[in-house]
């Protein structure tokens, strides 16, 4: 059972098509409550069937943003967009939510996994999928929802299927019961930082430098883990970010299989949060196997970073693009900025002896950037002659991060 606190004031909602697996969301409920779980059950199913769940198919899709006309189209694709979007609503409205847990094939992992998506890291998800074995990225996105292989078609109770949900729901109730316990690293700050090999020795030495002080949750700027970083921003989890590392956006304008969306940056659109950026690894595009690049690219600079990896040289155009993106997202945020360009070079192979090394391209993206942003009493741009890996440009990322983060530390201790 679980502790009387856990089950009084959270609920465990378990959310799925009631009309086609009414039976197997039904017995995860039973197996919650026989672990003292509160459990609200939510139906999705879009085909106007009587319901036997706790919340009804009209009740969420009365969340949708046009009403419940919206989601009740006649028509499955777009009855089935819009339930998710419905749902993602509903979810986020639910003052006593404490975890979510939906099981389903390619359609109910969709609607449930939108509303996971939108919810803060930390809080239990969990989904029960056939889908669950392959690639699961647009699922699960940045955030940190558990997937679950339901190995047979979620369709009946049986000897298999009984096993993986009822460890699906105990798996629930014991992330609920038993937070993570709170360490030394949960009473500083948490700072966001993204790297990537070539930027490497720069963020290491950031990180040691403010280790003392801060909790620094580092992030391989490989598409998704820009976006994880800013999931995490936007849920109220960072005190700020060192966002060194920017190369997903050259992968977004050029074409690169390492984007992390046209959206990147623009939680600090939403957030006042301290930003502090650089131009890491915008000299490259990334591609895979050698192999895999695009004909349209073969006649490039490309240079082969592994076997799994190979990378391409930006050009003068692209990196007018970069910049003047860049420079968008700048001006956009609300809180105190600082974006420091490495003259000397943006990457470990971006430097004069190395393959990527191209000041004319660097010159056009430095200038992009400089001339898009609007500098302000607290918004600053700072052109230094280092390199990204010196430890001279580390150390003015550490004493910008400073500059910025100071006032908000003085806030904090005057109403402590």
Not at 69 to 79: C, E, Q, Y
């Amino acid at each position: 059972m679980l502790p009387v606190a856990a089950s009084a004031h959270r609920a465990a909602y378990v959310a799925g098509t009631f009309d086609t697996k009414g039976r197997e969301l039904n017995y995860v409920k039973q197996c919650l409550e026989k672990r003292g779980m509160r459990v609200v059950t939510v139906d999705l199913a879009t085909s106007g069937k009587p319901s036997s769940a706790n919340v009804h198919p009209r009740e969420v899709a009365r969340s949708h943003p046009q009403g419940e006309t919206a989601v009740f189209t006649n028509d499955r694709g777009s009855a089935v967009t819009a339930m998710a979007l419905a749902f993602e609503r509903f979810l986020l409205s639910r003052r006593d939510l404490g975890g979510v847990l939906g099981a389903g094939g390619s359609g109910g992992t969709t609607l449930a996994t939108q509303a996971m998506r939108a919810l803060p890291i930390g809080l239990p998800k969990v989904m029960v999928s056939t889908m669950a074995s392959g690639d699961t990225r647009a699922y699960v996105g940045p955030s940190d929802i558990c997937m679950m292989y339901s190995v047979t078609d979620v369709s009946g109770i049986n000897r298999i299927s009984e096993r993986v949900l009822a460890n699906a729901a105990n798996a629930l109730a014991g992330m609920m019961a038993h937070g993570a316990a709170v360490t030394e690293s949960t009473t500083k700050p948490a700072l966001g930082l993204t790297m990537f090999g070539v930027t490497t020795t720069c963020v290491q030495s950031v990180t040691r430098l403010l280790a003392d002080d801060y909790d620094c949750l580092v992030f391989h700027a490989t598409g998704v883990g820009g976006q994880s970083m800013e999931k995490l921003a936007d849920s109220n989890l960072l005190a700020g970010v060192i966002d060194v590392s920017t190369t997903e956006v050259a992968d977004e304008i050029v074409g690169g299989v390492l984007s992390a969306g046209p959206l990147r940056m623009d939680v600090f659109a939403r957030h006042d949060l301290p930003y502090v950026g650089s131009c890491g690894a915008l000299d490259m595009a990334n591609f895979g196997a050698w192999d895999t690049v695009p004909e349209r690219f073969k006649g490039r600079t490309l240079y082969r970073h592994n076997a799994s990896v190979t990378l391409m040289r930006t050009t003068v155009q692209e990196c007018t693009a970069i910049g003047e993106f860049i420079a968008k997202k700048l001006n956009a945020m609300q809180g105190p900025v600082r974006f420091l360009i490495p003259e000397g070079g943006v990457s470990a192979i971006d430097k004069p002896g190395q393959p990527f090394h191209d000041p004319a391209a660097d010159r056009a993206l430095f200038t992009a950037i400089e001339s898009g942003f609007r500098p302000g009493p607290d918004r600053k741009l700072l052109r230094l002659p280092h390199h990204i890996n010196d430890d001279a440009f580390a150390q003015a990322l550490v004493a910008a991060w400073r500059d910025v983060a100071a006032p908000r530390q003085r806030a904090r201790s005057a109403t402590a």
